[in-house]
């Protein structure tokens, strides 16, 4: 190995890209390529785009899934915030069936103060759910009609009205829209979430811009409930 290709080797970690090694020897990113194609033992960088940080669409790790909670990146995979938040508050590991509800009911609002812990989701379902009306569509309804009179199986055509939200990512918005009303489109829990309403064709990013978008959701979703 020459002594260049030596320099090569000893800076290269996987990690810099071939501008970043030639930056640092003074010399050309084209130098630095033939070394590691004479080299192929030597660390370098996968093709594409750098993950994490280094990335230029890196939005500070939190990402919002199509069920409306944050993740956050980590490697290799990514972790749910609000289990994370509570561990911290807790200084320990959440045990398996444990279940992180969110008090307000904005699920990207990760604050310690808005997260209270369920022993079980049996708990949790019975304090957030047990008692409420359930969103059934109309085709729903007329599928446990049928089922209540003896026939056999479902007449009508079943409209998972959560599925089509969620594809569509209306749940994710609802909870980033929520969150801009309620917390601030300037607090953190909102934190890499503009791109979202932008593609939604919010714009500007103002109150009335806001409030007529979750206007416009809702009636989707009481369009979905009618089917």
Not at 64 to 76: K, N
Not at 126 to 135: E, F, L, N, P
Not at 147 to 155: R, S
Not at 200 to 220: F, M, Q, T, V, Y
Request: aromatic share 4%; glycine share 8%.
């Amino acid at each position: 190995m020459s002594p260049f290709d030596e320099q090569v080797a000893a800076i290269a970690d996987g990690v810099l890209s071939r501008t970043q090694i030639a930056e640092r020897l003074g010399c050309t990113a084209a130098r630095v390529k033939k070394a590691l194609e004479r080299n192929p033992h030597i660390p370098r960088r996968p093709v594409g785009p750098p993950p994490g940080e280094r990335n230029a669409s890196w939005v500070g790790g939190r990402m919002v899934d199509l069920d409306g909670y944050v993740l956050l990146q980590t490697r290799p995979t990514r972790v749910l915030e609000h289990r994370v938040v509570m561990e911290r508050k807790l200084g320990r590991s959440l045990l398996p069936g444990e279940v992180v509800d969110h008090i307000d009911g904005i699920t990207i609002h990760n604050d310690p103060s808005n997260l209270r812990l369920f022993s079980s989701n049996g708990d949790h379902l019975a304090a957030t759910i047990v008692g409420k009306k359930k969103q059934i569509s109309r085709s729903g309804r007329r599928n446990i009609s049928a089922q209540k009179t003896g026939l056999v199986g479902p007449v009508f055509e079943f409209v998972d009205t959560y599925r089509l939200r969620k594809e569509r990512g209306d749940v994710r918005l609802l909870a980033i829209l929520r969150g801009a009303l309620e917390l601030g489109i300037e607090h953190p829990a909102l934190s890499g979430t503009r791109h979202w309403l932008t593609q939604s064709g919010i714009d500007p990013l103002s109150r009335p811009s806001l409030e007529r978008a979750l206007d416009d959701l809702r009636s989707r979703y009481d369009a979905d409930l009618a089917r």
